[in-house]
């Protein structure tokens, strides 16, 4: 009798823990656009927003958007990963030689995009760099701060699939 009332009293507190599990609920809104270096990146990619977010072990929760300026080549790179349940997806904003603020010259942008559960295969603006619009809204060397919007054409070439990407914006310390 203690044995069958300890496994029902395991069996109630295993399906009280599975039944206060919420699903992640998807963003409504992308974060606004900010020029203080807040640490924030999104877009919509065929019209659904994507916001980086990251759930690692090793990681850690906070290894979801990361910036650099490499000060020998003069590159500001962007990170920004979705890397969490169902989730196996990066972003990668590349500015070479950026001006100070402004629409950048489209030859200098580089955009990816990859989702890792559909294809090892990237997104690409490479071949579609006319199709890409950057603009600078504030580039802040002596504090390291880079902020903009973006929007792109994104081709994958072995299948010929696009991605639409709207309304993208950033803003980050690097």
């Not at 900010?34 to 990251?54: A, Q, S």
Request: glycine residues 6%.
């Amino acid at each position: 009798m203690k044995n069958i009332l300890t496994i029902l009293t395991s069996v109630a507190i295993i399906l009280s823990l599975a039944s206060s599990c919420k699903k992640e609920k998807m963003p409504d809104a992308l974060p606004p656009i900010t020029t203080e270096g807040k640490g924030t990146f999104g877009c919509k990619i065929n019209g659904e927003i994507w916001i980086p977010k990251t759930q690692d072990e090793f990681l850690g929760n906070n290894f979801d958007l990361y910036a650099n300026y490499d000060d020998a080549s003069h590159v500001i790179d962007i990170f920004a990963s979705k890397r969490y349940g169902e989730f196996n997806e990066g972003f990668a904003v590349y500015i070479w030689r950026p001006t100070m603020t402004g629409l950048q010259d489209t030859a200098r942008i580089g955009i990816d995009f990859q989702n890792i559960n559909q294809s090892i295969e990237m997104y690409r603006n490479n071949t579609s760099s006319k199709l890409t619009k950057l603009e600078l809204i504030r580039f802040d060397m002596p504090n390291r701060i880079a902020s903009g919007t973006f929007e792109a054409i994104l081709i994958k070439q072995s299948k010929n699939d696009t991605l639409r990407i709207t309304e993208g914006r950033f803003d980050v310390r690097f």
